[in-house]
Nanobody
C-alpha cells in the first residue's frame, strides 16, 4: 500500500489550499480515510476523517473551514482548507485506517508541509 499526498505549500492567512492523497495497492472503500497534522514538539493530531459511507469527523479548530471528501473509485481523499490561519501550519499526513476485522495497522503518507503566514 502506498499513499501519495500533494497540494501543500505556503499561503497567507485567509487563503486556501487543497490537499489530495491517492492510495494504491488495494481497494480502500471500506477504510476510514483522513488527514492528521503535526507540528514540532507536539503529537500528531486528527484534522478530519471520512468513513466509507461518507460520514465525517473534524477537529473543533477546523470546523466550518475545512472540508474532507473522498472518491472511492479513485482511492482518493481530499482536504479543502479555507480561511487558513497561522495555527494551521504543520505537516499534514494522509491516513488510511483499515476496518477492525482486518487486524492491520494504519497506513500513512509521506506528509506535506502547509505554512500559513500572518
Amino acid at each position: 500500500v502506498q499513499l501519495q499526498a500533494s497540494g501543500g505549500g505556503m499561503v497567507q492567512a485567509g487563503g486556501s489550499l487543497r490537499l489530495s492523497c491517492t492510495a494504491s495497492g488495494s481497494t480502500f472503500s471500506m477504510y476510514v480515510m483522513g488527514w492528521y497534522r503535526q507540528v514540532p514538539g507536539k503529537q500528531r493530531e486528527l484534522v478530519a476523517d471520512i468513513r466509507s459511507g461518507g460520514s465525517t469527523n473534524y477537529a473543533d479548530s477546523v470546523k466550518g473551514r475545512f472540508t474532507i471528501s473522498r472518491d472511492n473509485a479513485k482511492n482518493m481523499v481530499a482536504l479543502q482548507m479555507n480561511s487558513l490561519n497561522p495555527e494551521d501550519t504543520g505537516v499534514y499526513y494522509c491516513n488510511l485506517r483499515p476496518p477492525s476485522f482486518l487486524r492491520r495497522s494504519d497506513y500513512w503518507g509521506q506528509g506535506t508541509q502547509v505554512t500559513v503566514s500572518s
